[in-house]
């Protein structure tokens, strides 16, 4: 039985197809100016304190690496060894393991790839990592758009500063209903609505 299309591996296949679906979705975005990945970024909890969660969240790098990211390794890792793993099995057993216990063998890798990347990762791209900062301590700060038209109802994305001096990069859509930000332009943070930032021009651009 092909190893990729047998029963015991349809885990495997689903994890490669969320690999493809959130490229796509990702492009797609990038088409309309719109950020998936900020998106879920915005979803994820601060990282603050000592608890349990937190510090699973940050062994995972959440909050220094984006979250998209993440995903992204968890499933190529989940992917490739769970396939190495039924391979292995069919060549020592003469068949595959129940897809159950496979997907369950395969999570252990998947969350040591992303902690082992990730570390990688967040040393390549030290400007995506964040501070433990309330999403409401960057409003007031000014920053530029970097990617996109920002208009009511079509967010672009902006580059910001915060008081550590981390860059962050937010979704944001005009304060007032006619105006229209295009790359490059300068703005100031006024108020967080959802998952978006609403923001003027920038009164004082010296503030950049």
Not at 19 to 33: D, H, N, P, Q, T
Not at 187 to 201: E, N, Q, S, T, W
């Amino acid at each position: 039985m092909n190893l990729f299309t047998a029963s015991e591996t349809v885990p495997f296949g689903i994890a490669f197809a969320l690999i493809v679906a959130i490229g796509l979705i990702e492009g797609f975005g990038m088409l309309v100016s719109l950020s998936p990945s900020n998106l879920l970024d915005h979803l994820m909890p601060d990282i603050d304190g000592d608890a349990g969660l937190d510090r699973v969240l940050g062994w995972l790098h959440i909050g220094k690496v984006p979250s998209l990211v993440l995903l992204l390794l968890f499933l190529s890792g989940y992917m490739l060894f769970g396939y190495a793993l039924q391979m292995v099995a069919h060549g020592l057993l003469g068949s595959y393991l129940p897809a159950w216990v496979a997907g369950l063998v395969a999570v252990p890798p998947a969350m040591a790839t992303v902690r082992g990347l990730g570390a990688l990762i967040a040393h390549i791209i030290p400007r995506d990592e964040t501070s433990a900062v309330s999403e409401l301590s960057l409003i007031g700060r000014a920053g530029t758009v970097s990617t996109g038209i920002a208009r009511r109802g079509l967010a672009a994305q902006a580059r910001v500063r915060d008081s550590h001096g981390r860059t962050h990069y937010l979704m944001v859509e005009p304060d007032v209903d006619d105006e229209v930000f295009e790359e490059g332009a300068q703005v100031l943070i006024v108020r967080k609505a959802g998952a978006f930032y609403r923001c003027i021009a920038n009164p004082h651009p010296t503030l950049l």
